[in-house]
């Protein structure tokens, strides 16, 4: 615990506290509306409100006791920084909030980091740290917008779509989706078979795709299975926009 004297911390005006608040909140709403335009799970408000109410915690830390502070005692004992570290926690179990599994692969990652990183420029704000939150909030808009790109184009991964097919009843039916899918690069991840009559099956396959492959690849290449029909492809169509460059 930090030994303070009454007259350690200035006072703070109206001015300049609606000043930091602002900031904040500006700058925490400028990385909102990246997550925002890329359909995120937290984006705009989210990420604006965690700015600012980080700012005011830090703000409401250093100077909302001052009625304590200044009691006439020469010394008191207060610690200025210990609202301000708890958001370093708290904050934690808001970003586990936007992170999810899905089979093996665990998404909402690079939004939690996002959340986590604006609380820091909510602090920076509520103690007038206004270069460092403004450059940090920069650099932050460069990582998502300009690394993403560098991202897809080096590091490539298949991604998955989950496809539903009536295909006739036959020793090889796997084999024959297999060997369509293989065409394109595509290969099933796991096949769960459904007798629907005494001559069709239903197959549900999980296939990974190829990164530079599309739902309408897919589409085609099902297709050319003889006998398919009522064919149902479930995929997320925010990387197909991505990837067209849309």
């Known amino acids: 615990m930090l030994q303070l004297a009454s007259s350690t911390l200035p006072s703070?005006?109206?001015?300049?506290?609606?000043?930091?608040?602002?900031?904040?909140?500006?700058?925490?709403?400028?990385?909102?509306?990246?997550?925002?335009?890329?359909?995120?799970?937290?984006?705009l408000r989210t990420h604006l409100l965690v700015a600012l109410g980080?700012?005011?915690?830090?703000?409401?830390?250093?100077?909302?006791?001052?009625?304590?502070?200044?009691?006439?005692?020469?010394v008191v004992r207060a610690d200025p920084t210990r609202i301000a570290a708890q958001i370093v926690t708290g904050i934690g179990f808001l970003g586990a909030g936007t992170i999810f599994l899905r089979k093996d692969l665990v998404r909402g990652l690079t939004t939690a980091a996002t959340i986590?990183?604006?609380?820091?420029?909510?602090?920076?704000?509520?103690?007038?740290?206004?270069f460092i939150a403004l450059f940090?909030?920069?650099?932050?808009?460069?990582?998502?917008?300009?690394?993403?790109?560098?991202?897809?184009?080096?590091?490539?991964?298949?991604s998955e779509a989950l496809v539903s097919v009536v295909v006739?009843?036959?020793?090889?039916?796997?084999?024959r989706v297999r060997a369509v899918l293989g065409a394109i690069g595509a290969f099933p991840m796991s096949i769960r078979i459904h007798e629907l009559n005494d001559t069709d099956d239903r197959l549900e396959i999980d296939v990974g795709l190829p990164a530079h492959r599309t739902t309408s690849d897919l589409l085609?290449?099902?297709?050319?299975?003889?006998?398919a029909k009522q064919i149902l492809i479930t995929r997320?169509?925010?990387e197909d926009r991505v990837r067209a460059g849309n």
């Open 136 to 158: 940090t909030t920069l650099l932050i808009l460069s990582v998502l917008m300009v690394l993403k790109p560098i991202e897809k184009r080096f590091f490539k991964r298949p």
């Open 220 to 227: 085609r290449q099902l297709r050319t299975i003889e006998g």
């Open 12 to 43: 703070l005006n109206w001015d300049e506290s609606l000043l930091r608040l602002a900031l904040a909140a500006v700058l925490g709403g400028l990385i909102g509306v990246e997550r925002e335009l890329r359909e995120r799970e937290a984006g």
């Open 54 to 74: 980080s700012a005011l915690f830090t703000i409401v830390g250093a100077y909302g006791f001052d009625a304590f502070l200044n009691t006439g005692a020469s």
């Open 168 to 175: 006739p009843r036959g020793e090889t039916e796997i084999e």
């Open 116 to 130: 986590w990183a604006v609380a820091a420029i909510g602090m920076a704000a509520g103690t007038s740290q206004y």
């Open 236 to 238: 997320d169509l925010i």
